[in-house]
């Protein structure tokens, strides 16, 4: 063995290496890992502690290498996955490593309560941002989260209630392989924000039962399964007297808006929420606001979102007045609310963001081209059928769209 090669030793939930692991150990000059591994596992050896200074301890490693020692690094499961091997091998490099994985946190967590995970999306909110762990589970059917003591499975829930999204189970996973393991489940997130738990927990969030009724073909993120739909009709959403996007004028609605991966997207005037319904699937990790004046036409839109299964928040309010309150857009949709909405927009407008609008009188179109750059006609005609069986092209009413800036 070289004097450069690192060894990466997984440690299993219940922190008993296998015998060829333990040997490894054995033979270690210097251990390094997490205080509580270190604990179980140092046996006297000279360690390092992999804490809150990763860099700090990065350079201990790196300086116990030079001196021509055989450094072993514990980390918790598979460290490759959520861990310390992303650091190891940017610091030292892949070709310096020998791992050894153990099972994961995530699918110990999944195996205790017999589900699969292989169409789980999976976060950490260990040491990193949870706004960002959120977002990338906010629209998932299953997904783990890995909670930390600043932010713990409650407060987990309690985000994910103040952003409006909706789970039917949540299951709490602590301490894991520890003698204090305890698995608790409840009836989705307000039982899990209502709880008091250990910060040492993976957090299950599962819409339905769980379990696919066929196989998936890849992880979510490149799922061969998936499809992607926008422009649905308009008898898919509840809606008043006609007052919704049309599906042809809202498939371009959507192109228009170049949805972001991320960030928050304002639909106001909603109506139907149709537009910020698909743009919820469309981009599942996008915060989507829908701002509606009308109580019917509020409640119409939550009916709408439980039917698609959509996570969207629903804002009762008039603009501009009600945007005030609300964090700053990436993305605006004004479908109703006129120009006051569109400048309301494009003050609070984040950088790279867009507006886009629509209109059926012509003044008011150019009005809002004038304020966002561009504009254009949509007149659509829809096949229908004749009595005797022939086909004849109706026209719908033309909408002006505006969007900008470029």
Same mark, same amino acid.
């Given at each position: 063995?070289?004097?450069t090669?690192?060894?990466?030793?997984?440690v299993?939930?219940?922190?008993l290496?296998?015998?060829?692991?333990?040997? @490894?150990?054995?033979?270690?000059?210097?251990?390094?890992?997490?205080?509580r591994?270190?604990?179980?596992?140092?046996?006297?050896?000279p360690?390092?502690?992999?804490?809150?200074?990763?860099?700090?301890?990065?350079?201990a490693?790196?300086?116990?290498?030079a001196s021509?020692?055989? @450094?072993v690094v514990l980390a918790s499961?598979?460290?490759?996955?959520?861990?310390v091997?992303?650091?190891l091998?940017a610091?030292?490099g892949?070709?310096?490593?020998?791992?050894?994985?153990?099972?994961?946190?995530?699918?110990?967590?999944?195996?205790?309560?017999?589900?699969?995970w292989?169409?789980?999306v999976v976060?950490?909110a260990?040491?990193?941002s949870l706004?960002?762990?959120?977002e990338?589970v906010?629209g998932?059917?299953?997904?783990?989260?890995?909670?930390?003591?600043?932010n713990?499975?409650?407060r987990?829930g309690?985000?994910?209630?103040?952003?409006?999204? &909706?789970f039917?189970?949540?299951?709490?996973?602590s301490d894991?392989g520890?003698p204090?393991?305890?698995?608790?489940?409840?009836?989705?997130?307000?039982?899990?924000?209502?709880?008091?738990?250990?910060?040492?927990?993976?957090?299950?969030?599962?819409r339905?039962?769980?379990?696919?009724?066929?196989?998936?073909?890849?992880?979510?993120a490149?799922?061969?399964?998936?499809?992607?739909?926008?422009?649905?009709?308009e008898?898919?959403?509840e809606?008043?007297?006609?007052?919704?996007?049309k599906?042809?004028?809202?498939?371009?609605v959507?192109? &228009?808006?170049a949805l972001?991966t991320?960030?928050?997207l304002w639909?106001v005037g909603?109506?139907?929420?149709?537009?910020g319904?698909e743009?919820?699937?469309?981009?599942?990790g996008?915060? @989507?606001?829908c701002?509606?004046?009308?109580?019917e036409?509020?409640a119409?839109i939550?009916?709408?979102?439980?039917r698609?299964r959509?996570?969207?928040?629903?804002v009762e309010g008039?603009?501009p007045?009600?945007?005030?309150?609300?964090p700053?857009?990436d993305?605006?949709?004004v479908?109703?609310g006129?120009?006051?909405a569109?400048?309301?927009?494009l003050?609070r407008?984040?950088?790279g963001?867009?507006? @886009?609008?629509t209109?059926a009188?012509?003044?008011?179109?150019?009005?809002?081209?004038?304020?966002?750059?561009?504009?254009?006609?949509?007149?659509?005609?829809?096949?229908?059928?004749?009595p005797?069986?022939?086909?004849?092209?109706?026209?719908l009413?033309?909408?002006f769209l505006c969007?900008?800036p470029?």
């Amino acid at each position: 063995m070289t004097a450069t090669k690192i060894v990466v030793l997984g440690v299993p939930p219940d922190g008993l290496l296998p015998a060829a692991e333990q040997a @490894v150990l054995a033979s270690a000059d210097v251990i390094a890992g997490g205080r509580r591994h270190l604990a179980a596992l140092a046996d006297g050896k000279p360690t390092i502690e992999i804490s809150g200074d990763l860099p700090a301890a990065m350079d201990a490693i790196a300086r116990a290498c030079a001196s021509e020692n055989y @450094v072993v690094v514990l980390a918790s499961g598979d460290p490759g996955y959520f861990g310390v091997g992303r650091a190891l091998a940017a610091r030292f490099g892949p070709e310096s490593l020998e791992v050894h994985p153990a099972v994961s946190s995530v699918a110990a967590a999944f195996a205790r309560v017999g589900l699969p995970w292989d169409d789980a999306v999976v976060a950490s909110a260990h040491g990193r941002s949870l706004a960002d762990a959120l977002e990338a589970v906010r629209g998932a059917e299953k997904a783990a989260v890995l909670a930390s003591p600043d932010n713990p499975p409650e407060r987990i829930g309690r985000e994910l209630l103040r952003e409006g999204s &909706r789970f039917d189970r949540a299951v709490v996973v602590s301490d894991l392989g520890l003698p204090s393991e305890v698995v608790e489940e409840g009836a989705g997130l307000n039982w899990l924000a209502a709880g008091s738990f250990s910060a040492l927990s993976v957090v299950l969030l599962i819409r339905g039962t769980g379990v696919r009724p066929s196989p998936v073909i890849a992880t979510p993120a490149g799922e061969l399964g998936a499809h992607i739909e926008f422009g649905r009709g308009e008898d898919e959403f509840e809606h008043r007297a006609g007052m919704i996007t049309k599906s042809e004028v809202r498939a371009v609605v959507l192109a &228009r808006l170049a949805l972001p991966t991320a960030g928050v997207l304002w639909d106001v005037g909603a109506g139907s929420g149709s537009v910020g319904i698909e743009a919820a699937h469309l981009a599942p990790g996008l915060r @989507v606001i829908c701002v509606e004046r009308a109580p019917e036409d509020a409640a119409a839109i939550r009916r709408n979102a439980e039917r698609h299964r959509a996570r969207v928040e629903v804002v009762e309010g008039e603009a501009p007045a009600a945007l005030a309150v609300l964090p700053a857009p990436d993305r605006v949709f004004v479908g109703g609310g006129g120009l006051a909405a569109v400048d309301a927009g494009l003050a609070r407008l984040r950088p790279g963001g867009r507006v @886009v609008a629509t209109y059926a009188s012509v003044e008011r179109a150019v009005a809002a081209a004038d304020r966002l750059g561009n504009m254009v006609q949509l007149s659509i005609s829809r096949g229908t059928r004749l009595p005797d069986t022939s086909m004849r092209l109706a026209a719908l009413d033309p909408v002006f769209l505006c969007w900008g800036p470029s």
